[in-house]
């Protein structure tokens, strides 16, 4: 078991876990992004930049090398125009401009005359197939990187020798460069916002959480009436919401338990002492006055029996209560089944002197229902509406079929509920004003058998006026 400093060093533990989390996680997902962009940069880069060189080499170097193809097919060697040419070529310390033969040797150049050296680059090869052609190389004496277009000199296709035009990478490489190194420091410092708004997010959610915490600890130690102020119209609020309607049904059933016990021990008490009292009449007394010790043990029968019966009803709400009551569903006709109920009832209504009515119609469809447990609706029902009604005042007890369902009635004349006491008059161990036995026990019951039957239980009531219980049951289809 861990220990409550424990405990709370997990929870902190767990909140700074949420932090990390969300800025591993923006942060991965924001670099694997940069990560795709700056290698698509860079590609757009070098293809933008070396494509607007070669374009420039291209296109000076085609002129060029229609200009040369007026002076072939003369042997070439000997000419002045294409010597004049290139030693006068515009451009000469930014571009290399080679004249060269067919077997890739170098005639004429601007750094010189032709130096007899063979260039087998792959631009060469692309011009004497009759094409323009580039090729980046790196100049092996140098190591510098350079870009040559090769174009060859057609007259009438056919292809006498190939200009060549080439110039150094070097400066645009550090401009790419250059370029590159602003991207990756404009990167990195979106990625540091990231950092810091997912921070700052994260405290979002894990500052309420923490005060959530320290009220839901005092929950946890007792403090039922404390309560998380809603400051938030999301998942966090609801999550408040959640934590305060915990704590309210928590004291309910607190104050359920109490009501229980308080309730309880009192309906317990009158019958025991009745019991011991009258126990104690017979054995002190006269054992031999017959009359005397036959009323006592009828008291002390009739005692028990209340004993018994609200254990009974104790269990069944215990079984209620644990979702363990179990239905044994058979067709029933109702009026059947009033019948039997109010043959009993009439006797003890007759002692209270009070009158039951009975109406119904000649036929009723069936229900399906669990007999004894529809016997205890009804029994429990009676039982208040005579409890409560003085003498002289009549039950009625009526069954209707309205659409598919059956609805019956009991309606007295007695004492009636208070307004304020009948939205609660269904909970357990509620019992309003009522001063007369019970454990209030019993309409709860009622409700959550009704309810097992897929039915409705309403009670309308006027204080000192009269109580109308309704129960609904849908018939069998
Ligand atoms: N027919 C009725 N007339 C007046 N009050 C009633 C009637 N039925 C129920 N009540 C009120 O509802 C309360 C709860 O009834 P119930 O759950 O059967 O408990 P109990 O009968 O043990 O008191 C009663 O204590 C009483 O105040
Ligand atoms: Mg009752």
Redesign the pocket.
Known sequence: MATDGEREIKLLKSNSGIKRRLVVNYLTVILVVMFLLEIFFVFFLYNFYYSNVEQTLSNRISVTANFFSKYFPADISYFEGPKKYIEEYQGKDEFLLQLINMQGKVILSTNGFGDNRTINTPDILGALDGKNTKAIYHDPKTNEKLIAVSSPIKVDKTIFGIMRLSTSLTDVDAMIQNRIWISLIVEGLIAGLFVLVSIFFSKTIINPLNEINVIAKKMSKGQLNARIEKKYNDEIGELSDTLNYMASEMFKVQQLKSDFISSISHELRTPLTSIRGWSETILTGDLENKEETKQGLQVIIKEANRLTQMVEELLDFSRLEGGRMVLHLTPLNIIEELNEILSVFHYKALKEKVEIEFTHPKEVSDIIGDKNRLKQVFI?IL???L??SPPQTAILVEIQEIRNRIIVNII?K????ASE?LPK?KEKF?????Q?Q???????IVDEIVKLHGGEFNIY?EFEKG?K?QIQLPINQ
Do not use: C, E, P, R
């Open positions: 429990n039982d208040n509406a409890k409560f007295d007695g004492l009636g509920i006491d008059i509620y019992k309003g004003k009522s007369k019970g454990s209030g026990i019993g309409l709860g009531s109580t219980v």
